[in-house]
């Protein structure tokens, strides 16, 4: 059994240590570099006090990111991660003052894990390649919301003056972002040089841009349609915001790159997992959406013990809250945003794959629930067949999922 318990409290450029024996006693205290050097003053102090392989002092930390982190998870050792929130609080408990140093905090965290072990989880035992996933896959959502904001601001500029550059491209599925909107746009920034454009320099772009059918009628629509009368700003004006438009566009097509190349490798890398087979046999979930869903998993099957908690960490779960007479029924809001947000479009996707997973949504539809709701209910029902999938390690059958619709 664990006699000791360490508590690091982490920061850019040192990390301040502390440990407590059973009794809550102050053993030892140490300030480290974030180095090398740091890490072996702080693993020869575990060592001193009774830190072995078969026995490793447990460490609670409010981060779980970090070469710290990484480097104490390779030692095998149980990390905790704990809410800065919850830390927060637990800070009253030790100094009613409301004081605060590094040292305290160092010793609340180590507080935590001698007093509340129970209600607190060590970081998974996730594989490499399960780590790698979410690292690419995480970084992959950055890149669409960084397109998605540039592309805004982008949209949002042309507006001002050049809307009709917006109506061209207007019935395109991606919009700003599809290769032949971004290569026009490139090349006549201005609603005076789009209409100066000639049909051989359409056609040249079109080419320029991917475009392999239909270009003949492609180049007659957009030589119309560019030449049409429209309002203008004052040719100075005009030429500045085109100047601020081309700025705007180098950014959008680095967002645009980035997002392309990694999904590229987020599903090189997902589709390497032996769990991915069992993801994908799930309606809705592809292998980019499926990813997403690995990577905030991960591929530890004892993570969560039951279904329910995993809904509860997914926010597909409601929370009651009750006090009194009064009990109320509420979607639950904190949550893994990042999972939510792959559950949303799994849930929506699954709809139209899978005709158990639509009359389940049109059942809850039809008592009145909203469709946020009833999606979020799906998304529920779904995890739990996930999780007992991996579980299992079986695929996905839509007769065992919605035996009454089958």
Sequence with gaps: MTSVFCGIDWATDHHDIALLDQAGTLLAKLRIDDSATGLTQLLDLLARHGDTPDNPIPVAIETSHGLL??????????????????????RDRYALSRKKSDHLDAKVLAHILRTDPAEHRPLPADSHLAQAITVLARAQQDAVWDRVQTGNRLRSHLREYFPAFLTVFRHFREGLASPVSRTLLAAAPTPTQAAQLTRTQLRAILKKAGRQREITDEVERLHGLLREPQMHQPPLVEQA???????LLRQFEAACTS??????????????????????SFPGLGHLTGARVLAELGDDHTRFATARDLKAYAGSAP???SSGRKTTVLARHIKNQRLASAGYN????????????????????ATEERHVAAQRNLFNRMLGC????????????EQTAFPDTT
Excluded: Q
């Design 69 to 90: 982190v990484a480097c104490l998870r390779a030692t095998g050792r149980p990390i905790y991660v704990i809410n800065p929130l919850t830390a927060a609080r637990y």
């Design 241 to 247: 915001m085109g100047t601020k438009t081309l700025a």
């Design 259 to 280: 997002a392309d190349e990694l999904e590229a490798a987020v599903i090189d890398a997902f589709t390497a997992h032996e769990d991915a087979e069992i993801i994908t």
């Design 319 to 321: 929370i009651t809250r």
């Design 346 to 365: 799994w849930a929506f996707a699954a709809l139209t794959a899978s005709p158990g997973a639509r009359a389940h949504y049109d059942r809850r539809r």
């Design 386 to 397: 996930l999780h007992h999938c991996l579980t299992h390690h079986i695929p996905y059958s």
